[in-house]
């Protein structure tokens, strides 16, 4: 195409097939409804480097200029290109006039503008004869790409910046700024505001440069359009996604930008690495393999045992990667060992642990026989040999973390797999950036639930460069996951891709049929809350935060924070891995704080609600009971232990015991019972169990208020614990993102209607807040937490990859 030959900037011959995508988005863009202004917002989701960036502007820049010289029907008495010309004319046709002592450089120098009065008097006469070069669109850039497009365009006398919109002889449909909104606000096209001239602004990989252009967002643009006569028609973005690649990140990006320059939902394009037909690495795919049959009644069971008593975290992902590699009789008694022996666990948390030690006999044995039958179940299967087919003589072999850290382990999965001494034992994280090499992925990861998305992972990976990579998985502990993982991960990009350009050109609508045929047709129990709780902390990247005020510090990926950019009054919560996606060196805006470091620094349980209003419950409680003890925590012990005293320490057991049956709930084991649950002096503040807690509390005929009250005191004894810590976490992030801490916001008129969605998606009575009374606990918890608001500006972020 005649657009594409004009191109001047250096290796156009690869991204041909990228302009032509870009050239015929921008013109159904071109085509859209003028009458009022629109915003489209394109974001490549490959890498692109800066030399393709640079051709990409060239392009934009040409694209407008020559939509521009189409459309324009100006009349030759009011041209400016005439003007122009004549002005040019004179100056070509003047014989040089040098100095009689002229040196041999000053002489070359005037020859050499005389030539470029030729090629721009040539460029000129090339145009329209009614062309009025009247400014339409303008073209922002941050000052590097600004001056690297300057260099590539030298020869265009049309390529011009604001700067030099008054020149007799500088004029142009496109000029470039790098000036900030109340400078260009002053620029004038003869006696005519430039505001009010342009009909296009276009901000070209400008996310980090709010601060210089955002004035120019589109709610701004359309009151000027409304209130001081502009005539804006469309704001156009061009942005790029973070590296390495993932369609989280993409979308983390793109709703940054997308609230930073305020442009409207469903106005972002993102062109994939498939369409931009950039992505030349040749990587090759994970390819998935699943061996053993698909469905275990053993399993099944082992399932139903741990989630009826609450134990989440011995069927969580983390503890599958850790099952699967039991290839014999020696791993089988060592894991066996570790999660049901007495000593600590170097596979499960101390709270689970914990959990399993107050389990009766009866209980603990079934549930250690169901996964011993899980585990000779693996070893019958011979899945180590079906590994041992994909190994070869220099494979490196991925497992978890927890695994690579234990030597015995790892010693005894080497010798069950035959691996020689080139093989090598290692986590994802400390083969992420291998390239030529061959990985035997044996240690399952997907990509989790958005925001908290894990990468690299089986669909998204920089592993995928390497010569050959395949996982091996258990199919009856993985398969569903991965197939609901499939399904999410495909549902997740279409609703990202979705536009009405794709809509429209696509056949998107057979492609979101295809989505709802592939969904599973078997449910998984998967909970993504206690799966983060319970993965591993050696997550493959911590990242180092260097305060203008402080030392260094370093956080993990998952670490909330609290941030606020431009000092706006707006006050959200993200990831550290998306605010480090989307920070940029240089940048003095961004001030953020730690989330954890609230709760360290206050102890939020006593503080959220009115202890006096407390203390008035707890008594009419004892006194519905005839007590007088002093300690909540104590009260149900002392009313167990009166119904010991009455029938019998055996015989209260049992009934407990067939009380909480009918609830298909168990009871701790009769020993634990003696010496905790009816022992009023026992450190236990509550059973472990939340249900059986609750089921305890209605058994002796105590009030809900009085539940609460104690998971209160319990998580205010318990304030670095990491659950309760988590959970309050959480809940500060939805008041947060809900803009309860914006400045100027009345956060009681911002939750009336979100009290619901707080109920569903909390557990409001673990963190000792009353249902009852939740709009008025909430607002309290706000006006708690702003006295301690205390964000820092950063000077340095930068990722460090675990070993």
């Known amino acids: 195409m005649e657009l594409f030959e004009v191109l001047t900037a250096p290796g156009k011959s690869r991204y041909e097939k990228t302009l032509q ?76 006039q040098a100095p009689e002592r002229v040196s041999k450089a000053q002489l070359t120098k005037l020859r050499n503008e005389k030539r470029r009065q030729r090629q721009h008097l040539g460029f000129y006469e090339t145009l329209k004869g009614t062309a009025s070069l009247l400014p339409e669109t303008l073209l922002n850039l941050h000052m590097a790409m600004a001056e690297r497009l300057r260099q590539v365009m030298h020869d265009n006398p049309t390529f011009i910046s604001t700067a030099q919109i008054n020149n007799i002889d500088a004029h142009s449909y496109v000029i470039y700024n790098t000036e900030k909104f109340d400078n260009i606000s002053k620029l004038k096209v003869g006696n005519t505001p430039l505001l009010k001239v ?32 502009t005539n804006f028609e469309q704001l156009l973005v061009f942005s790029w996604s973070p590296t390495p690649k993932s369609f989280y990140r993409s979308k983390s990006r793109r709703d940054l930008i997308n609230e930073r320059y305020k442009i409207p939902a469903n106005s972002s394009y993102v062109i994939t690495a498939m369409e931009s037909l950039l992505d030349q690495s040749g990587c090759n795919q994970i390819s998935v393999h699943f061996t053993g049959i698909e469905n275990s009644h053993f399993w099944d069971a082992f399932v139903t045992e741990t989630t009826i008593r609450e134990l989440y975290e011995l069927r969580s992902i983390k503890l599958l990667n850790i099952y699967s590699l039991c290839y ?35 209980t603990l044995a079934r549930i250690r026989n169901l996964l011993d039958n899980v585990f000779d179940l693996i070893i019958q299967s011979e899945h180590n040999l079906e590994i041992a087919k994909f190994v070869s003589n220099d494979s490196i072999i991925v497992v978890s973390d927890l695994v690579v850290a234990s030597q015995e382990l790892t010693l005894k999965i080497s010798d069950a797999l035959g691996l020689g001494g080139a093989n090598k034992i290692a986590s994802w994280a400390a083969v992420e950036n291998l390239i030529d090499s061959n990985i035997l992925l044996l240690c399952y990861q997907d990509q989790g639930r958005f925001p908290n998305h894990i990468l690299p992972n089986i669909f998204e990976s920089a592993l995928a460069t390497c010569n050959m990579i395949i996982a091996v998985y258990v199919s009856f502990l993985f398969r569903l996951r991965y197939q609901w993982s499939l399904y999410a991960f495909n549902r997740d990009r279409i609703h990202f891709l979705s536009h009405d350009i794709r809509r429209k050109h696509f056949a998107w609508g057979e492609l979101q049929q295809k989505l709802n045929y592939s969904i599973p047709k078997k449910k998984m129990n998967l909970d993504w809350s206690q799966e983060n709780q319970y993965s591993s902390s050696k997550i493959g990247e911590t990242y180092r935060i260097r305060y203008k005020a402080g030392k260094a510090r370093t956080y993990t990926s998952s670490d909330l924070f609290i941030f606020n950019n431009f000092n706006n009054g707006v006050y959200r919560v993200d990831r550290m891995a998306n605010i480090f996606e989307n920070f940029h060196e240089g940048d003095d805006s961004l001030v953020i704080q730690n989330l954890d470091d609230i709760q360290e620094d206050i102890n939020i349980y006593d503080k959220i609600v009115d202890t006096t209003v407390q203390e008035q419950e707890l008594r009419v409680i004892r006194k519905q009971f005839q007590l007088e003890i002093d300690t909540a925590g104590s009260l149900w012990k002392v009313l167990l232990k009166e119904q010991a005293s009455k029938h019998g320490e055996v015989s209260a057991y049992e009934n407990l015991r067939d009380y909480l049956r009918t609830r298909r709930l168990n009871i701790v084991s009769f020993q634990h019972y003696k010496n905790t649950w009816i022992n009023p002096g026992s450190d236990s503040t509550s059973p472990l169990s939340r249900n059986v807690f609750l089921s305890l509390c209605e058994y002796l005929n105590l009030p809900r208020t009085y539940f609460v009250i104690v998971q209160r005191l319990k998580n205010s004894a318990k304030q670095s614990s990491r659950h309760s810590t988590r959970q309050m976490n959480l809940l500060l992030k939805d008041l947060f993102n809900d803009g309860c801490f914006d400045v100027g916001v009345d956060p009681q008129a911002v939750l009336v209607d979100r009290l619901t969605f707080y109920k569903k998606n909390h557990p409001l009575d673990e963190l000792g807040i009353d249902e009852n009374h939740l709009l008025g606990n909430l607002v309290t918890l706000v006006e708690l937490i702003i006295p301690e608001l205390r964000l820092f500006e950063i000077v340095t972020l930068e990722k460090i990859y675990n070993e």
């Not at 342009?198 to 601060?211: G, P, R, T, Y």
């Not at 894991?335 to 009866?362: M, P, Q, Y």
Request: glycine residues 2%; contains cysteine.
């Open 198 to 229: 342009a009909k296009k602004i276009v901000l070209f990989d400008c996310e980090s440069s709010i601060k210089r252009f955002g004035e120019l967002n589109f709610i701004r643009l359309a009151d000027l359009n409304k209130n001081h006569r």
């Open 328 to 362: 014999n009789e020696d791993i089988k008694n060592y894991l066996i060992s570790d999660l049901f022996g007495h000593d600590d666990s170097k596979f499960i948390s101390n709270s689970t642990k914990e959990a399993i030690s107050e389990l009766d006999i009866d």
């Open 21 to 96: 995508y870009l050239y015929c988005l921008l013109i159904e863009v071109e085509n859209l409804d003028k009458s009022h202004l629109k915003a489209f917002h394109v974001q490549f989701q490959e890498h692109v480097p800066e030399d393709g960036k640079l051709l990409i502007a060239e392009f934009i820049w040409q694209f407008y200029f020559r939509m521009s010289i189409n459309n324009d029907n100006g009349s030759p008495e009011s041209t400016t290109v005439t003007d122009t010309i004549n002005y040019l004319r004179a100056k070509a046709q003047q014989p040089i």
